[in-house]
């Protein structure tokens, strides 16, 4: 491996793995509040101020895209 492959398969993994806690985070979130201080790039919407179905169809668009981008990184990744 070269270092410019190393570098940016250290950064393809310090993204997959940042995305991964991300995803976590998600998956723990209710709609009645945050189980901690979330860092969520999305979240910048008043949750808990949107139907429970606008919200659950958020959370779950949130869930998917992020799965979809894990896998995309993990191919790049694994063809590096």
Known sequence: MTPEQYR???????TIDSYKKELQAWQQYTYEGVVSPLQLRMCTLALNHIPSGLFIMFKTEC??????????????????
């Open 8 to 14: 940016k398969a250290t950064g393809i993994m310090n």
């Open 63 to 80: 869930i998917i895209s992020l799965q979809l981008e894990i896998a995309r990184m993990e191919k790049e990744l694994a063809s590096l």
